[in-house]
């Protein structure tokens, strides 16, 4: 059972507006701005789910070519549809803008040079947002189960959009913090960019050593 109901919040922070708005935006209405930047359709590359899912390849090189604002804002509107424990939404993302943070992430991920990317996003557990009344380590399971899911959903946007990702898990959660000046704990660092070149998926173990029947 739910104590109260969450936030109003939206994923869209006070200090980030997605390019493109309605004229007749209200904030008060309920996922107008996320159903708004969803819509908007002209740079979908790919719309098939399972077409997306069987080309994503983790990327370590990007091209210099930039992201364009409506993919990130698309990006980001993704990660607002994952789905949440009660809904309590318990992650927050930092849009990473600053070049020098940038860099200064790069070190904070034990130095893997692909962290300084051309759009970096950083998916932080927020369990004080999960009002559910269970144990403070359920509200954290649940804070990094959203931040991972929500992650994921960016993830395959990205690559909906023609561009390709890395996740990066490998960080001192500390410095992170430090770097972009939050109490949260990150739970991963998405960096996102157009590859250098594309490459095939990786090879997966066979289903059925994948799958336990359980009857
Ligand atoms: C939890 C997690 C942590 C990861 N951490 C890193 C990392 O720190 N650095 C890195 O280069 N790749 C990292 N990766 C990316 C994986 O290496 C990559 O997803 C995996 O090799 C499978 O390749 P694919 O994404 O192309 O299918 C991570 C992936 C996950 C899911």
């Known amino acids: 059972m ?5 936030d109003d919040e939206s994923i869209i922070s006070q200090d980030y507006e997605p390019l493109d708005s309605p ?3 209200d904030p008060g209405v309920p996922n107008q701005l ?11 590359i790919d719309t098939d789910l399972f077409a997306v899912m069987a080309k994503r390849r983790s990327t370590r090189k990007f091209s210099d070519k ?3 604002t409506t993919k990130i804002d698309k990006i980001i509107a993704a990660a607002d549809t994952a789905p949440t424990a009660g809904n309590y939404q318990g992650f927050e993302i930092f ?10 992430l790069v070190e904070a991920c034990n130095k893997q040079p692909y962290v300084n990317a051309p759009v970096v996003l950083i998916f932080c557990k927020n369990p004080s947002r ?13 804070a990094i189960q959203d931040a991972t899911l929500a992650a994921g959903y ?22 992170v913090m430090d770097i972009i000046e939050t109490d949260l ?6 960096c996102i960019g157009y590859p250098e070149q594309t490459k095939f998926p990786k090879p997966r173990r066979n289903l059925k050593d994948l799958v336990h029947v359980t009857w």
Request: hydrophobic share 40%; net charge positive; no cysteine.
């Open 23 to 25: 004229k007749d935006f």
């Open 130 to 142: 999960v009002k559910f009344n269970f144990p403070d380590y359920v509200l954290k399971k649940f």
């Open 66 to 68: 930039p992201v364009e």
């Open 95 to 104: 849009y990473v803008r600053n070049l020098e943070k940038k860099k200064l």
């Open 185 to 190: 704990v990150p739970s991963s660092v998405l």
């Open 2 to 6: 739910r104590d109260f109901e969450p």
């Open 154 to 175: 960016s993830q395959l946007a990205a690559q909906a959009l023609g561009l390709s990702s890395i996740w990066i898990g490998m960080f001192d959660e500390q410095k």
């Open 34 to 44: 996320l159903d708004y930047v969803l819509r908007t359709t002209s740079e979908i």
